[in-house]
C-alpha cells in the first residue's frame, strides 16, 4: 500500500499585515464545501491468483470499499481509477460487477484515461453517510519476471496512491491456486508508505496464500 505526498512550497517576499478586532466583530469564514471531504471506514482487497490454460496468470479481484460520507447534499458516489497496465504489459482489464452490502447493482460508468479505467460508482443521486461498494474484475498477466530478482512476481498497489481522504484500514489477501503456492520461493514482502517510498509491513502467511491489514492509512 502506497500513500503519495505533494508538498507546494512558494518562495518570495511575503508583506505581513496585522490588525486587531474584538473577536465578535466579524463572523468565522465558511469552507467551501467540496466533493473529497469524506473519509474511507475501510478499504479490503482479496486477490484471487491463478493460470490458465495458456500458462498465463489471471486474477479476479473483490474490493470493499466503505465511504463516510457528509449527511447533507454533497457526493454522489466515487471514482474507482485501476490501472489498464502493469509497466509496458496490458492486463486486460474487465469488471465484473458493481455492488452494494446487500448484493444490489450500483450503477456504474467506465472511462479509460490517461493509463487507467476510470470506474464512476453511482448515479445522479446523492448519497449520504456509511455507503458500501463492492467492485469485482478479472485481470491477465498480473505476474511479471523481474530481472533484479530473478524471479516471477506480483507485485500489486492495493488501495493505491491517488486518493484525497484516508482509510481507517487497509486490509488485503491473496489467495494462491495449488499450482502457484506450490511455486512459491519463499520471499515475500509487503510495503508501506507514500510514493517513492519503501516502508516495510508486516505480511503473514495464511493457509491459502497471504495477508495483511493496517491501521490508519493517510491521503496525500
Excluded: K
Excluded at 473529497?36 to 486477490?47: C, I, N
Amino acid at each position: 500500500m502506497r500513500r503519495m505526498l505533494r508538498v507546494l512550497a512558494a518562495l518570495g517576499a511575503v508583506v505581513t499585515l496585522l490588525f486587531l478586532l474584538p473577536s465578535a466583530a466579524l463572523a468565522a469564514p465558511e469552507r467551501p464545501a467540496d466533493v473529497s471531504d469524506f473519509s474511507f471506514e475501510s478499504f479490503t482487497g482479496e486477490y484471487h491468483l491463478d493460470i490458465d490454460e495458456q500458462g498465463r496468470a489471471t486474477t479476479r479481484v473483490v474490493e470493499t470499499l466503505v465511504a463516510v460520507f457528509p449527511e447533507f447534499d454533497q457526493n454522489r458516489g466515487i471514482i474507482r481509477a485501476i490501472p489498464l497496465r502493469d509497466g509496458e504489459v496490458p492486463l486486460a482489464l474487465t469488471m465484473v460487477s458493481v455492488t452494494d452490502e446487500n448484493g444490489d447493482p450500483v450503477y456504474w460508468e467506465r472511462n479509460d484515461y490517461d493509463g487507467f479505467a476510470e470506474f464512476a460508482l453511482g448515479t445522479d443521486e446523492f448519497v449520504h453517510g456509511r455507503t458500501t461498494y463492492v467492485l469485482e474484475y478479472t485481470m491477465r498477466d498480473t505476474i511479471r519476471h523481474f530481472s533484479d530478482s530473478g524471479g516471477d512476481e506480483f507485485y500489486w498497489d492495493i488501495n493505491g496512491d491517488g486518493w484525497g481522504q484516508e482509510f481507517g484500514t487497509v486490509t488485503a489477501d491473496v489467495i494462491l491456486s495449488d499450482r502457484l503456492a506450490a511455486a512459491l520461493t519463499g520471499d515475500a514482502s509487503c510495503y508501506l508508505g507514500y510514493y517513492g517510498e519503501v516502508g516495510d509491513c508486516v505480511l503473514e502467511r495464511t493457509a491459502d496464500g497471504f495477508g495483511v491489514s493496517l491501521g490508519t492509512v493517510g491521503s496525500y
